[in-house]
């Protein structure tokens, strides 16, 4: 039998296969009364020979409320992810060298970009990562706490869970105008708190992302209009503590 581990890892190797990084673990799935999944169908994207696709969400679009309107989710997912998506594809099509690239690998290594495209690989690349990591660290109900070690890590290294919640919570507050609060693991394997602009990855800075909070307006704005703070304490209670922890101990052993 599978352990509990085992199949959260299994769930994400086969629903983030296009995206090919190991940091983006998942076992969010919404489900009707009757047990069966609930998932919405992916959006028309780019032809079968593009390299890069439009990941489906783990969860109907209105599985998230009233955290997250339906909405929102449609719009978030379908315009503006399917659009880095479709973007990416087009700065690379006349770079074959690089569409054979991972994403994750791209994004890491943005000075062997050419300058031509390294803006548009940086933002779109970047969105098209950021926003899978950000669907994969979200599920219908809150389901706990941090575990094991990352609990262990979040206690030494931010104080805590209530500790490390304010300081991310401030973070994606701080960010002026459009970005992203994340806890990233650093070089010395210390987690951190960090806000970066756009559509930026800790893994452009030679760091791994663990968890994020989308701020750009169009995260939350149909919903909350201008209460920025108020999406940012709602997401606290729809956050998958499994996968995220999944994430930092695969980052820690990569």
Same mark, same amino acid.
């Given at each position: 039998?599978?352990? $509990? $581990? @085992?199949?959260? $890892?299994?769930?994400?190797?086969?629903?983030?296969?296009a995206v090919t990084t190991r940091w983006l673990p998942s076992s969010a799935r919404a489900q009707t009364p009757d047990g069966s999944q609930l998932v919405p169908p992916p959006?028309?994207?780019?032809?079968v020979n593009a390299p890069f696709s439009l990941p489906p969400l783990p969860f109907a679009f209105d599985a998230l409320e009233p955290h997250i309107d339906a909405r929102t989710m449609e719009i978030h997912h379908d315009k503006h992810?399917?659009?880095?998506?479709?973007?990416l594809n087009k700065?690379?099509?006349n770079h074959p060298d690089l569409a054979r690239r991972t994403l994750q690998d791209l994004i890491s290594n943005l000075d062997e970009i050419p300058e031509a495209i390294r803006t548009a690989i940086r933002n779109n690349g970047g969105g098209h990562f950021n926003h899978t990591l950000f669907w994969n660290s979200l599920q219908p109900q809150n389901n706990g706490q941090p575990e094991g070690d990352f609990d262990k890590a979040i206690r030494a290294d931010l104080g805590g869970i209530k500790d490390f919640m304010n300081a991310l919570s401030q973070a994606a507050m701080a960010a002026f105008g459009s970005g992203w609060a994340w806890l990233s693991l650093n070089a010395d394997g210390k987690l951190i708190v960090e806000?970066?602009?756009?559509? @930026?990855?800790?893994?452009?800075?030679? $760091?791994?992302?663990?968890?994020g909070i989308d701020v750009w307006e169009h995260a939350y704005y149909l919903h909350y209009q201008n209460r920025r703070a108020d999406y940012i304490a709602a997401i606290w209670n729809i956050v998958d503590w499994p996968a995220v922890s999944l994430r930092y101990s695969d980052a820690r052993s990569a």
């Open positions: 039998m599978l352990s $509990r $581990r @085992d199949a959260l $890892r299994a769930i994400t190797l086969t629903s983030l296969a959006p028309t994207g780019p032809s992810h399917a659009a880095y998506v479709n973007n700065a690379v099509e806000s970066l602009p756009n559509q @930026d990855s800790p893994l452009m800075h030679g $760091r791994k992302p663990i968890f």
